[in-house]
């Protein structure tokens, strides 16, 4: 008896929703009906549409949300970069047909790089040469793509003065390898804010003033080696209650 009763409650339910939805459909409401419950999103491309007429023939031509919003694909090169001379110029020749906004391609190296000095040990066996990364820029500037590098520069111990000039060898190397790039992201996420070196104790600063101490030195860094350019990082760190609470930051 009772599982009769629950399936007649099922059936009861589906039955409502029917002659609502009906409803909408037979008021010419369509989505209006829905929407009432579903927030747009207006990062996501809208149904919307701009007529435009030539020699008496109307066209319909999709608009998509935020048209002045700047779109940038992500690319995590880690593990398995793609080759230059085959792939960047199609890809990024791809996104300029695509004709939706893609303003550049954030990509993120990982240990790719062909990097020299005290770096040269650490490079990925299938890491890119200097030539290959020719390849890419040029590819990038034909097609008007911008490139922006994405190096990862937050450390174990950054309490300590040598941690930074190994960083800015780092991003001094990353720029020179990006000319015509005009932002940089410097990562910062999915980082463990310990203070595990004595120096972090030292200093008497909480986690979360060091982090934030620690990226204004990577700032600087960059800015002493391009002044002007835009220096991005990722925000779930910052979103935690120790940074949103604290008056101080």
Avoid at 50 to 68: A, C, D, H, L, M
Avoid at 134 to 160: D, G, M, R
Wanted: with cysteine.
């Amino acid at each position: 008896m009772n599982s009769i009763f629950k399936f007649l409650t099922f059936v009861f339910i589906i039955i409502i929703y029917i002659i609502y939805y009906s409803q909408c459909i037979s008021k010419s409401l369509g989505n209006k009906c829905l929407s009432q419950s579903i927030p747009d999103n207006s990062y996501l491309p809208q149904e919307t549409f701009s007529t435009k007429t030539i020699n008496n023939i109307s066209t319909e031509k999709p608009n998509y949300g935020r048209p002045n919003l700047a779109k940038y694909i992500h690319l995590d090169l880690k593990g398995a970069p793609p080759k230059p001379d085959k792939f960047y110029e199609s890809f990024f020749n791809f996104l300029k047909s695509l004709q939706m906004g893609v303003k550049g391609v954030l990509i993120e190296y990982g240990d790719i790089l062909p990097l020299e000095e005290i770096f040269v040990d650490v490079g990925h066996q299938a890491g890119y040469t200097k030539s290959d990364r020719k390849l890419t820029e040029k590819a990038a500037k034909e097609n008007e793509i911008e490139i922006i590098p994405l190096i990862q520069t937050f450390v174990i111990s950054p309490c300590l003065n040598a941690t930074y000039v190994l960083l800015q060898d780092l991003l001094q190397q990353t720029l020179d390898m990006h000319p015509n790039s005009n932002k940089i992201h410097i990562g910062c996420d999915e980082v463990m804010l310990n203070n595990v070196h004595d120096e972090c104790y030292i200093k008497q600063m909480k986690k979360s003033e060091r982090y934030i101490d620690h990226i204004q030195c990577i700032v600087n860094i960059v800015h002493q080696i391009r002044p002007g350019i835009r220096v991005l990082i990722w925000d779930d760190i910052l979103r935690h209650d120790e940074f949103t609470k604290n008056d101080k930051l």
